[in-house]
């Protein structure tokens, strides 16, 4: 009985891991999109610290007031900044710029931002899940999510082995 039960955890708990890796790598990847996870207070409630981001390339042009942005700084430089659209202008010449704010923020961001400057709009995001990849950092913390995934992979072959195993001996024994 115990024992059925803990399988059942497992299997739960590695169906979870499965999909978040799918969310948080696989998808990223195969759609060119970027991650990253939210360090401040500035998008709660709906972003609290340590929400991760997937950020897709999306044109200008599809782009409108409401939209969350993920934006360089500085053009060129890699600081970002995850705020909503809350204003769309054009200059003279017709480029559009934009202004944004964080959602917590009392007023908006001073400088507007140039489409040069963006890096994509939100697709999705998946709260807490930044902390674990924040983990991966640089030098030695950097081990830790290989690690991790190893461990939870020759979990999942050890449940799988021993359900073979115990299929084989109740077969036997009937």
């Known amino acids: 009985m115990?024992?059925?039960?803990?399988?059942?955890?497992?299997?739960?708990?590695?169906?979870?891991?499965?999909?978040?890796?799918?969310?948080?790598?696989?998808?990223?990847?195969?759609?060119?999109?970027?991650?990253?996870?939210?360090?401040?207070?500035?998008?709660?409630?709906?972003?609290?610290?340590?929400?991760?981001?997937?950020?897709?390339?999306?044109?200008?042009?599809?782009?409108?007031?409401?939209?969350?942005?993920?934006?360089?700084l500085k053009s060129g430089r890699p600081e970002v900044v995850t705020h909503r659209i809350v204003e769309i202008s054009a200059t003279g010449d017709g480029e559009r710029r934009f202004t944004t704010k964080g959602d917590n923020n009392a007023a908006a961001d001073p400088e507007q931002v140039r489409p040069v400057q963006i890096r994509g709009a939100l697709w999705y995001a998946i709260p807490y899940l930044g902390w674990v990849t924040g983990l991966r950092g640089e030098g030695a913390s950097s081990i830790w999510i290989p690690v991790v995934a190893g461990i939870v992979f020759l979990y999942a072959l050890y449940m799988v082995v021993a359900w073979i195993v115990e299929r084989r001996k109740n077969k036997q024994s009937s």
């Open 2 to 72: 115990l024992r059925g039960v803990l399988r059942g955890i497992s299997a739960v708990v590695l169906s979870i891991t499965v999909v978040l890796a799918f969310a948080a790598v696989i998808i990223p990847t195969v759609t060119g999109s970027q991650t990253y996870t939210v360090l401040t207070h500035s998008m709660e409630p709906a972003f609290p610290p340590g929400t991760y981001l997937v950020v897709r390339p999306t044109p200008e042009a599809d782009l409108k007031i409401g939209d969350v942005i993920t934006y360089q």
